[in-house]
């Protein structure tokens, strides 16, 4: 009994540091090139790169002068799907479903691995670079963080996108895959475009904001992705636990 113990937690404990091996080499280390790469984009365009993108303010003024009621009522809606409790809400949601509906933990983690990431490296980001949001009204309370990048932006494309990876690859059937990964991409976009209306962000802000989403979800799911066997990290898990047999 003490062997077999023994013999347990060693193992517990190998899985822990092999585990921990990975993440450090396959979500920190991508993850801080990352960082590193949207804050020197970042700082770029606050001060060196400022005059030239001057030009962006007249798309969110454009876009100020054409506000109406209605598409006001409609950029809200939109971009509170992508505040922050909205974003964990679903995530936590969509978690739970995945793991359901697999059997497995792959999916679910790959998807959470997307939007903390995500997140942290927005809110890093944010931290240090020190650019101010559009010179127009306001339609919702600019929290005292940069304007770039666009966290909302981030947060839709890494949950909305993350969720049509790793529901797509499982789908058999061709037309039902695109047209959910295509449903799912369509909302990133509409997030960005409402936070443009709605005056908080640049047009390079959104785009940046996109990009840390997209590549957080690459970063996820070379990380997480179920079926990984790869020297030997992640065997195949299968999808349907084996039935125990009668006799």
């Known amino acids: 009994m003490s062997n077999a113990l023994t013999d347990t937690s060693a193992h517990g404990t190998h899985l822990r540091r092999h585990v921990g091996r990975l993440v450090l080499k396959r979500v920190v280390a991508p993850g801080a090139l990352l960082y590193l790469f949207l804050v020197g984009s970042g700082l770029a365009l606050a001060h060196p790169l400022a005059r030239l993108a001057a030009g962006e303010s007249e798309v969110n003024r454009d876009l100020a002068d054409g506000r109406t009621p ?7 809606v939109l971009s509170t799907l992508a505040d922050t409790a909205s974003i964990i809400g679903s995530m936590a949601v969509f978690a739970v479903l995945l793991r359901v509906l697999y059997g497995r933990w792959g999916e679910s983690v790959t998807l959470m691995t997307a939007v903390i990431l995500q997140s942290s490296v927005f809110v890093l ?5 020190d650019r101010n949001r559009p010179d127009v009204p306001h339609l919702d309370p600019a929290p005292p963080t940069s304007s770039f990048p666009s966290g909302h932006t ?3 494309t890494a949950l909305y996108i993350g969720i049509a990876v790793v529901v797509g690859w499982r789908l058999r059937q061709t037309w039902i895959r ?4 295509l449903g ?23 785009a940046f904001g996109m ?8 970063i996820a799911v070379y ?8 020297d030997g990290d992640w065997p195949r898990v299968p999808v ?3 039935r125990r047999s009668a006799g």
């Open 240 to 242: 349907q636990r084996r």
């Open 211 to 218: 990009l840390n989403g997209v590549l957080c979800v690459v």
């Open 125 to 129: 980001t944010a931290a240090v670079v």
């Open 178 to 181: 695109w047209a959910l990964v």
């Open 154 to 156: 981030g947060a839709a």
């Open 223 to 230: 990380a997480f992705r179920p079926g990984r066997d790869a």
């Open 184 to 206: 799912l991409a369509v909302l990133p976009f509409l997030v960005a475009l409402s936070r443009l209306y709605r005056g908080m962000h640049h047009v390079s802000d959104v």
């Open 70 to 76: 209605f598409w006001n009522a409609v950029t809200s």
